[in-house]
């Protein structure tokens, strides 16, 4: 099995790099104020995958710790400015 890994880790990587430079393209063209925000979204879980993915590659359990740590900021990033572009106060 991590042989099979191994032979893939590159095309897995250049996958996820070529997921967040879409995701960038659209953080910074977006239309409106919500694709930005959903952009940003994707580009903290898809780095939240890497993350877990590399962890498992290198067999390094600090590395899902700051993958955590990213889901969390990620999500609680993403929930302050929707609320702020709904109008409505962090604390409602």
Do not use: N
């Not at 899902?64 to 409602?92: M, N, P, Q, W």
């Amino acid at each position: 099995m991590m042989e099979a890994l191994e032979a893939a880790f590159p095309f897995i990587v250049f996958g996820f790099i070529l997921s967040l430079l879409i995701a960038l393209y659209r953080l910074i063209r977006g239309p409106t104020a919500p694709d930005r925000v959903i952009a940003g979204d994707m580009m903290a879980t898809v780095t939240t995958a890497l993350l877990v993915f590399l962890s498992l590659y290198y067999r390094e359990a600090m590395l899902l710790d700051i993958a955590i740590l990213t889901a969390l900021l990620g999500f609680i990033g993403t929930l302050t400015i929707s609320k702020y572009l709904e109008g409505r106060e962090v604390g409602d």
